[in-house]
């Protein structure tokens, strides 16, 4: 509100001298000061986390803030409506991820080139009693972005201190991961691309079968991007796992048998604030 009520002030006062001297060029109005809070809302097909959906392969509404600071410190919320805590364990109600973060962002090598490291809270709210581990999980990471020319992405490594998502004893779980996209620079479109693999560590007590050997997997993404301006986007991608199978059934499987990390068509809208 603070950065209209100033713009519209220059406005007029450049049109007051515009009058007063008649042929006399107008000084070009005050720029808009960029805010440092920024708010985004997404309609998704299907939240789909490192290729494993969330929403039970429904729709997902979604959306977060960021306040970033001048000097590269930063903290900001992210939510989803999910379902699969409440699918593991019938009779739990728990609709919602909450994510909250705080890092580092900064130019350190060159323009264009942004080291980040930060730390993650995903926190998803219950109430009923859980009958599978605490989902609520603690992610450190780094990450470095890139940029040349058209070709923007990031290579950027997570890792877990505490619990991963609901597997026991599996502290010591990773993330590395690498998304490129590409401008075309034509009609707003960019293409994506991504690659990532999910460790989880760690054996459950009284098992003799480890959770690597069951949960870790490789997931990745090839999708396009349409910028229609006024933060508003949307997005079409192809997703993928090769999240493994468990005798007859699969490691991370649906109420209704269905694999959650197999291959599916995703959309998506977003508006950013």
């Known amino acids: ?8 002030v220059a406005l007029a006062v450049s049109g007051l001298f515009a009058t007063a001297a008649f042929a006399q060029t107008a000084p070009a109005p005050e720029a808009p000061e960029a805010s440092p809070i920024t708010a985004n809302v997404t309609v998704v097909s299907d939240y789909r986390y490192r290729g494993i959906s969330q929403s039970n392969m429904k729709p997902a509404i979604q959306g977060g803030f960021d306040y ?9 919320n992210w939510n989803s409506s999910i379902s699969w805590v409440g699918d593991l364990n019938p009779g739990v109600s728990a609709p919602i991820e909450m994510d909250f973060y705080g890092g580092f962002k900064k130019e350190l090598i060159a323009p264009g080139f942004a080291s980040d490291i930060g730390v993650l809270q995903y926190a998803f709210p219950t109430s009923g009693n859980l009958t599978t581990v605490n989902p609520n999980t603690t992610e450190l990471y780094a990450a470095q972005n890139f940029t040349f020319g058209p070709v ?5 490594f ?15 779980s990773y993330y590395p991961d690498l998304t490129v996209n590409y401008d075309t620079g034509i009609w ?23 959770n690597s050997s069951l949960y870790s997997y490789t997931d990745w993404k090839l999708g396009v991007t349409k910028d229609f301006g006024g933060g508003l986007s949307a997005a079409v991608s192809y997703i993928d796992t090769n999240a493994k199978t468990v005798g007859s059934s699969y490691a991370y499987v649906s109420p209704q048998g269905k694999n959650l990390g197999g291959s599916t068509g995703i959309v998506s809208l977003t508006k950013t604030f």
């Open 1 to 8: 509100m603070k950065t209209i009520q100033k713009t519209a």
């Open 68 to 76: 970033a600071h001048e000097s590269g410190f930063y903290i900001g």
């Open 152 to 156: 923007t992405g990031f290579l950027k």
């Open 158 to 172: 997570s890792y877990a201190v505490t619990n991963t998502f609901g597997n026991a004893n599996s502290t010591g």
């Open 188 to 210: 707003g479109l960019a293409l994506n691309a991504h690659v990532g693999y999910q460790y989880i560590a760690g054996t459950p007590t009284g098992s003799t079968t480890s």
